[in-house]
């Protein structure tokens, strides 16, 4: 905390994480979801390192004049989140201990390469042979060996070698792990009721003295190591080249990028690791952690199906919306009602079904949509590829610059363009975020527009698991600005003006400070005042000072944040004691609402925006009124419900020490669980 009232946005990153740490020790989570939260907690901090503490690392290369944008010198932020993270890596091998023995518990064993009986030692040697072999290309260290290959999302065993004939002669190794090829995890036979499991890892030490015996090498160890590299695209300004062939580029020197962090094997020899920093040019600054034996724990997301069902979470059917039947049209229901879907509560075919819709109908014209991110193999992809076919006018604004989806989106923008999809990639300077799809459709000798806007992205993979919200609607009010946001990706000189939609770098920010000082008119006047505002992460400075003005006025404030948290809730000295929590649970909440009862004409938003300076300012985002009084109410009681979750919520306060809410004599209530009852209900 600062004179300004801000909390480090990085450090209160560190802080969600934790709470994601938390599900892994939690006893009320099945214990294979318990595993599979180490492995999320894993890939957000490889994530966390990539991105964050590779900008405050250049940051700290810059100007010390950075310090009046960081509240504090980039140098001393990076110390506090080593530190942090170094408790946070403690703790997390104590949970995963924990689990192992657990695991042991449900008749589930880990075990490694020198705990194989005969039979499972045949096996892993087959397995080895066959599958494992012809994917290991092992690189000798020397001082000629170019390593800037190494990759930062993959792991590689460091490997101690000596002559058979001159034990004093050295060398040293590397081989990759093939986990993009291969499962990390492996099941064993065995001859009584236990299940076992072996890591590719342990497979590869099994086999590697049979690689290096035929060089007179002997193995005398392997050791895990992983390198994280800056994530940032560096974008030149070649007017010349194409918008793709400058992110193909970036892409390229990412995977060539300065590394920020170095994690190990504890037990590797010092000299082993000298030559193995020294060869990856790791310098004193970067981040080198001696860690345990295994490290990628994000692989733990696909742990197997072992043990017995209850091991698991339930699975929990998606419920279809009622107006929306099988084999009928949804564009007919949208010309007599707005619809709202709330995933992974109700299935994301809703939306495939929509587009496939337009896609045959022959009155349908036009299908405009933006892309940030979707499946691997995707349905709403092939989607706009078969309406382009079926002679239907298709755009697709295209986000090459998704942070870590680029490549994918380089192959859908490309296998679009060949289907005669128009491709527009983005906006100079701005990165599309929004969320929309424009449907035109030509009805009694007028053109009638359809849209949908939510606040998660156009994928059916993510939509399982993400929880987010989409209207459909054909209220012109809305699709008549969806299209004019359309017509600005195609012509960037021409801004259009929005009376309904808060559309970012426009008119988000006026707008949502005008719904907040019309909460403040309200409330000193005397009459009941109130905003709630849900959002992934609240870290923007004017947005804070504004909200800490409305609470001293005497606005109800309610705040639901799941990631960064900058705002001090309880600042004693400014008679300041807002409100907050963190959801952390089963799916992960996605969804941003802002909600101002003015004056009871209430105002509801969905967004796909956070609170953020980019979102607010460098990005076009676009958050959408709920105008039907139904869905408003819907959307009202979850964000009633999640304010009453007794078992997941965290209180956000000062110190971000993420205690759970006092339960009290109250009865446990779980969001998710009645959420998916009221949805359930509402769709009998």
């Known amino acids: 905390m600062n004179k300004y009232h801000y909390r480090n946005k990085e450090l209160s990153w560190l802080a969600f994480n934790s709470r994601v740490l938390q599900e892994a020790e939690n006893p009320d989570v099945p214990l294979i979801e318990r595993i599979k939260f180490l492995g999320i907690y894993s890939n957000n901090l490889d994530e966390f390192y990539r991105v964050r503490v590779a900008t405050l690392k250049r940051f700290a290369s810059l100007d010390k ?12 932020i990076l110390q506090q989140i080593y530190e942090r993270v170094h408790e946070l890596q403690e703790h997390f091998s104590i949970v995963f201990d924990s689990l192992l023995k657990e695991l042991e518990q449900e008749k589930v064993f880990f075990i490694d390469e ?11 040697h087959n397995y080895f042979a066959n599958e494992v072999r012809p994917k290991l290309f092992p690189v000798i260290m020397s001082k000629d060996t170019n390593f800037s290959h190494v990759k930062d999302d993959a792991i590689y065993l460091a490997i101690d070698l000596s002559r058979f004939d001159d034990p004093v002669k050295t060398a040293a190794a590397l081989v990759k792990v093939p986990t993009d090829d291969l499962s990390r995890f492996l099941q064993l036979p065995g001859n009584d009721d236990n299940e076992y499991i072996i890591l590719l890892d342990d497979i590869i030490r099994v086999g590697l003295p049979e690689i290096f015996e035929v060089l007179h090498y002997k193995v005398n160890g392997a050791y895990t190591i992983k390198i994280t590299r800056d994530a940032e695209l560096d974008i030149d300004d070649d007017v010349e080249r194409s918008y793709i062939d400058k992110v193909s580029r970036g892409l390229k020197r990412r995977k060539s990028a300065d590394p920020v962090r170095f994690v190990h094997d504890s037990q590797i020899p010092a000299e082993l690791l000298k030559a193995v920093t020294k060869q990856l040019k790791h310098s004193k600054t ?21 043990g017995s069902a209850k091991l698991r979470f339930k699975k929990r059917v998606p419920i279809r919306h009622k107006e929306l039947i099988k084999h009928q049209s949804i564009l007919s229901v949208l010309a007599e009602k707005d619809i709202l879907l709330h995933f992974p509560y109700q299935p994301f075919i809703h939306v495939i079904d929509l587009l496939r819709e337009a896609a045959l109908d022959p009155k349908v014209t036009t299908i405009k949509v933006t892309i940030y991110r979707v499946a691997f193999n995707s349905s709403i992809m092939n989607a706009l590829i078969n309406a382009s076919r079926n002679g239907k006018q298709v755009t697709a604004v295209l986000e ?86 359309f017509d600005f990706y195609n012509t960037n000189y021409q801004i259009p003006k929005f009376q309904n939609l808060l559309v970012s770098p426009f008119n988000s920010r006026s707008k949502i400070n005008s719904f907040i000082n019309r909460e403040i008119r ?46 001090i809730p309880n600042i004693e000295s400014q008679k300041i004691k807002i409100e907050a929590i963190g959801l952390i649970d089963r799916f992960l909440e996605h969804a941003r609402c802002f909600y101002f009862f003015n004056g009871g004409e209430e105002k509801l938003y969905i967004s796909s925006a956070d609170l953020m300076e980019r979102n607010l300012d460098r990005r076009v985002e676009v958050a959408c ?43 446990p209530f779980k969001a998710q669980d009645a959420i998916y009852e009221m949805i359930k209900k509402l769709n009998d």
């Not at 947005?543 to 404030?557: D, L, N, R």
């Open 625 to 667: 009124p709920i105008l039907d009084e139904d869905l408003k109410r819907q959307i009202l009681t979850t964000l009633d419900l999640e304010w009453k979750d007794n078992v997941q919520a965290r209180i956000l306060d000062n110190e971000l020490n993420n205690s759970y809410k006092k339960r009290g004599s109250e009865k």
């Open 400 to 485: 090459l610059q998704a942070r870590f989806n680029e490549e994918s989106n380089i192959y859908w923008s490309q296998r679009l363009a060949d289907a005669g999809v128009k491709v527009i990639y983005g906006v100079q300077g701005l990165k599309v975020h929004s969320k929309t799809i424009l449907i035109r459709r030509k009805e009694e000798r007028k053109i009638a527009r359809y849209a949908a806007v939510g606040t998660g992205n156009f994928n059916e993979d993510t939509a399982r698991i993400f929880s987010d919200i989409m209207v459909l609607t054909k209220r012109s009010e809305i699709a008549n600005e969806v299209d004019r946001l």
């Open 286 to 306: 970067d981040s080198i952690t001696a860690g345990g034996r295994y490290h990628n724990f994000k692989d733990f997301m696909n742990f197997p199906d072992v």
């Open 65 to 76: 004049n950075i310090k009046s944008i960081l509240e504090d010198e980039p140098d001393v």
């Open 114 to 124: 020198n705990q194989l009986n005969p039979e499972q030692e045949e096996f892993v």
């Open 522 to 567: 309200i409330a000193k006047s005397g009459k009941k005042a109130m905003m709630i505002i849900k959002v992934n992460n609240l870290v923007d400075h004017r947005m804070i000072q504004k909200i800490y003005e409305a609470h001293k006025a005497g606005v109800k404030i309610k705040l639901i944040v799941r990631g960064m948290f900058s705002l």
